[in-house]
């Protein structure tokens, strides 16, 4: 400009209509809005074309943000554009933008390039844009894309947000490496949230720091050009990452202010819309401070992609999803405090991984009785592993529930059962049969007091020889028996008889099976001692 003080503008840019009344607006912090009368034709993703009246070329936005003229007085500039169809590529990489900024309904002709720029508050709401990049783009205040559809992905690699990162509602397709949105190391102080988000290619969020929330309810992501459609490793979510259903209002404005037409708390009789992830998702490392929440949730995997959750800590875990058809679910190392599940959302046999999966409580929805409980620890070990047992009968025992923890461990001393040799297969089966390992030490009572009475009726009727006839004490069936069957206990009768034939094997019978009982119900005892 010809002089510093002067707002106008010079006459070698030779600005249209339309690119006047953006100046005059942005000098009073005003709206310049180049719709029109009929809605149809505002709606930057139809195929209507817009004509010079409603064209404004990026370099004058660019001269405007980086070298604007001073605002009129008594007023803050501000660059707030409606409806506008943006020619050639916005760049304004590495400058300093001061003005607020915010593109409504506009139509850009090529890329948005802003790698390295800093802005106080950048908002673009239902624009189409052919690609945006963004790497190292800080901001002071919020980056909002809501309603936003982009063609060729977005990049937001290793940006700093200041506050709050919105692309509600946006459509994002993909780059030519495959990927919607590339945000690693991406950080954002407040809430990251992309509620009914569209994402066509990889969703990577590698390292990416977010210091509330991040929200994908209601979205839906797709990936069929490779093996994931949400990338992120060693993701931070300070409190809850939510991948659940949204509610859909009834209407949507373009006008409507954040969160741009969802209800975050839907009414009664709202219709909803779940999340949906059409491929691999992988959230391994991951740290989120409240919860990780997949209440209805859909995954729709192929055989080869996995909903990995690899070493993930948090203190709850909200497994209430649909089961996936197929892939796997891999919770191996993750740590939680609640695990909050249904046994409706589980994968079957070989779908689940859980090797060093660590909990504390389990709180089940709806009907999850131990048979099925069972049957989920079976799934996720299809060789024996005593971990997942272990960890399921210390979690029965804290919330109180000790005879299913009993349960629990019999079933994996069954399970270990299988990978053993012949002979000790055969003892265990013996050890299931009698006194159930020493879990069900009932069992022992029952069989000592059916070989009592047996060995009694047998030996009434074929007594033993005295070793010392005149010295030995007055014969009792009762008490000979009993005598044989306790290992330990003498009762100083067996000593003074002498069986033969077949009352001795009987003895021999009586004293082997007493032994057999002793022992399985110590080393029942003992397991119950050490509480394992």
């Not at 554009?81 to 309904?105: C, K, W």
């Not at 990338?231 to 209407?251: C, D, F, I, K």
């Not at 069900?440 to 010392?468: C, D, E, I, Y």
Request: with cysteine; glycine share 8%; aromatic share 8%.
């Amino acid at each position: 400009m010809s002089d510093p003080t002067d707002g106008d503008a010079p006459p070698e840019l030779d600005l249209t209509s339309a690119e006047w009344s953006l100046w005059q607006a942005f000098r009073n912090g005003s709206t310049c809005d180049l719709r029109t009368d009929d809605p149809a034709r505002n709606d930057p993703h139809a195929r209507h074309e817009w004509g010079p009246e409603r064209t404004v070329r990026a370099r004058i936005i660019a001269l405007l943000l980086l070298n604007g003229p001073p605002a009129q007085p008594g007023r803050v500039s501000a660059l707030k554009l409606t409806g506008a169809y943006i020619t050639d590529s916005l760049d304004v990489a590495g400058g300093t933008i001061e003005p607020f900024v915010e593109l409504r309904d506009c139509r850009f002709e090529s890329e948005i390039v802003l790698p390295e720029s800093r802005f106080t508050t950048l908002r673009m709401v239902n624009c189409a844009i052919p690609r945006l990049e963004a790497a190292r783009l800080h901001t002071e205040g919020d980056l909002h894309l809501p309603r936003c559809i982009v063609q060729r992905g977005i990049r937001l690699t290793d940006a700093q947000i200041g506050t709050d990162l919105m692309l509600n509602q946006a459509v994002v397709h993909k780059d030519r490496r495959g990927r919607s949105i590339t945000a690693d190391g991406l950080s954002v102080a407040q809430d990251l949230q992309a509620e009914m988000l569209e994402s066509y290619g990889e969703l990577s969020l590698r390292g990416a720091s977010i210091g509330v929330s991040l929200s994908l309810r209601g979205s839906r992501l797709s990936n069929p050009y490779g093996r994931r459609a949400l990338n992120a490793p060693q993701l931070t979510v300070e409190r809850t990452l939510y991948l659940t259903a949204a509610g859909l209002s009834g209407s949507v404005s373009s006008s409507a202010t954040p969160p741009y037409g969802i209800t975050t708390t839907p009414a009664r009789g709202t219709r909803m819309q779940r999340f949906e992830c059409e491929g691999g998702m992988r959230l391994d490392d991951g740290r989120f401070g409240d919860a990780v929440d997949l209440d209805q949730a859909r995954f729709i995997l192929e055989s080869d992609q996995e909903l990995s959750m690899r070493r993930i800590q948090t203190p709850e875990l909200r497994f209430l999803g649909e089961r996936p058809q197929r892939g796997r679910v891999i919770l191996s190392g993750a740590r939680v405090v609640n695990l909050v599940d249904k046994s409706t959302s589980w994968p079957g046999l070989g779908g689940l991984w859980m090797a060093g999966f660590a909990y504390e409580t389990l709180i089940p929805r709806g009907h999850f009785p131990l048979s099925l409980r069972l049957q989920w620890v079976a799934a996720a070990t299809p060789e024996y592993a005593p971990e997942p047992y272990e960890m399921l009968a210390a979690a029965l025992r804290r919330s109180g529930e000790d005879s299913d923890a009993r349960e629990v461990l019999l079933a994996k001393q069954r399970r270990r059962r299988e990978t053993l040799p012949l002979a000790a297969k055969s003892w265990g089966f013996l050890q299931d049969w009698t006194v159930a390992y020493g879990y069900r030490p009932g069992r022992a009572a029952v069989w000592m007091a059916v070989l009592w009475a047996v060995g009694t009726v047998f030996f009434s009727q074929n007594p033993p020889h005295a070793l010392k006839p005149g010295e030995t004490p007055l014969w009792n069936p009762y008490l000979y028996t009993l005598d044989l069957l306790l290992p330990v206990i003498n009762l100083n009768q067996d000593s003074y008889w002498r069986p033969e034939g077949g009352s001795q094997w009987a003895a021999a019978v009586m004293i082997l099976a007493g032994w057999v009982l002793a022992t399985t119900v110590a080393a029942g005892a003992s397991r119950l001692l050490r509480r394992q």
